[in-house]
Every structure is written in structure tokens, then in C-alpha cells.
């Protein structure tokens, strides 16, 4: 079962404006993470942050927490066309859920040149 | 670092029949787990394997099945297909818990 939801579902922006996509989850976690997937092909892990964090950045990624919303979000600057992709947030909770990820349904971005 | 492979990539089985999956994770890396991708569901945890040992388990019937081999290379077996089992499989690789996850490009397995 999924942990939560994105949002939107589908984003289209022009080359060089942000995206912002969001993620809400259920349950207690431990960390939450943020992949990408191009077409179908495997995920690219972009980010990750633990549940005592509240913003963390990667060049050009920036991803917020807030665990008393249970909601995170990824913020994308200056996008370029090669950003389009499907991008899913998944969480980790704590305890003895060893390696197991919940993902979200996921945002697909489009950026047109 | 070469990253985690799978094999094969693409696989066609017909209902009935069984499937053998592979995934050679990042070296150095010992936590396995496999996901299930469909566009009903979207990505669903299968399984993850550290040390030869299962330590997780989803929600999957017991047709699904896996092991972890000493060199940390991990398979995953699918009996008695059915049509729903269509889907990519996805594994990915780990130094450990609560860390990053590596994933390879997929095996996508059609059952017809």
C-alpha cells in the first residue's frame, strides 16, 4: 500500500521557472527520500532527510520537512528539459522495517525547452 | 563504483511459468531489497535481504521468493505466473538501514 500521496500528479513549466512538488505520508518515519525515474528505468536517488532535519539542499534541490504535517517538499530551480522525469518521494520508517521504502504514486514533470 | 545490475532486462513468460530474476548490487554494499513496479499499484516492497538472510517481507503471496548469495548478489523467483505479475522489477542496493538506496535499471517481465 502506498504511504501517502503527491502533488500534483502532473506538472508542466517552462525551461529556467521552478517546480514544486509535494508529499504527504501516514505514518511515524525515520527518513524521508526523494528519486527520480526517467521512461520506465530505475530510480536516481536525489536526496535524503531524517526525520530531526527540516531543510536540506542539493544544488539545485531543495526538499523541506515537516513532521508535525507529515508533508515534504521538493523544490527544483532554474529547471532544465533534462529534469523531465517522474520524480517519487518514499519513506523509512523506524524499528525493524529494514530496508523496505514506501513510495508515493509520484509527479510527473514535464519542462519544455 | 560500477553500479547495481540486473539481468536480464527484458523477459517474456507465459501464465503458469516461472521466473528467475538477478541483481548484482554495488560492491561493498550487503542490504538487498526488490521492489514491484505496475501502473495500477506503483512501486511496492517485495523483500530485502542482508547477510544472506531475509529481514523483510511485504505483502506478496508466497510465489514470490528470493535469496542472497555471500557475495551479496541477490535473485528473486516468481512460480506459477499470472497475468497481474507483469510488471518491472526493481532492485537496489544499500550499505545499510536507514540509508540511501541504489537502484538498477529494472528487469521489465511481461506474462502472457
Known amino acids: 500500500s502506498q504511504q501517502g500521496e503527491e502533488d500534483p500528479q502532473a506538472l508542466s513549466i517552462q525551461e529556467g521557472e521552478n517546480a514544486t512538488m509535494n508529499c504527504s505520508y501516514k505514518?511515524?518515519?525515520?527518513?524521508l527520500q526523494w528519486y527520480r525515474q526517467n521512461s520506465g528505468r530505475g530510480l536516481v536517488h536525489l536526496i535524503l532527510?531524517?526525520?530531526?532535519?527540516r531543510e536540506k539542499h542539493s544544488g539545485r534541490l531543495r526538499v523541506t520537512l515537516d513532521t508535525s504535517k507529515k508533508s515534504s517538499s521538493l523544490l527544483i530551480t532554474a529547471s532544465r528539459a533534462a529534469d523531465t522525469a517522474s520524480y517519487f518521494c518514499?519513506?523509512?520508517?523506524?524499528?525493524?522495517?529494514?530496508?523496505?521504502?514506501?513510495f508515493g504514486q509520484g509527479t510527473i514533470l514535464t519542462v519544455h525547452p | 563504483k560500477a553500479g547495481v545490475t540486473q539481468t536480464p532486462r527484458y523477459l517474456i513468460k507465459t501464465r503458469g511459468q516461472q521466473v528467475t530474476l538477478s541483481c548484482s548490487p554495488i560492491?561493498?554494499?550487503?542490504?538487498v531489497s526488490w521492489y514491484q513496479q505496475t501502473p495500477g499499484q506503483g512501486l511496492q516492497f517485495l523483500f530485502e535481504?542482508?547477510?544472506?538472510?531475509?529481514?523483510n517481507k511485504g505483502n506478496f503471496p508466497g510465489r514470490f521468493s528470493g535469496r542472497q548469495f555471500s557475495n551479496s548478489r541477490s535473485e528473486m523467483n516468481v512460480s506459477t505466473l499470472e497475468l497481474g505479475d507483469s510488471a518491472l522489477y526493481l532492485c537496489?542496493?544499500?550499505?545499510?538501514?536507514?540509508?540511501?538506496?541504489?537502484f538498477g535499471p529494472g528487469t521489465r517481465l511481461t506474462v502472457t
Open positions: 537496489a542496493s544499500s550499505l545499510g538501514v536507514r540509508l540511501e538506496q541504489y
Open positions: 505514518t511515524s518515519i525515520n527518513n
Open positions: 532527510i531524517r526525520s530531526n532535519e
Open positions: 518514499a519513506t523509512e520508517s523506524g524499528g525493524t522495517s529494514y530496508g523496505k521504502l514506501t
Open positions: 560492491s561493498g554494499h550487503r542490504s
Open positions: 535481504y542482508f547477510s544472506e538472510t531475509q529481514r
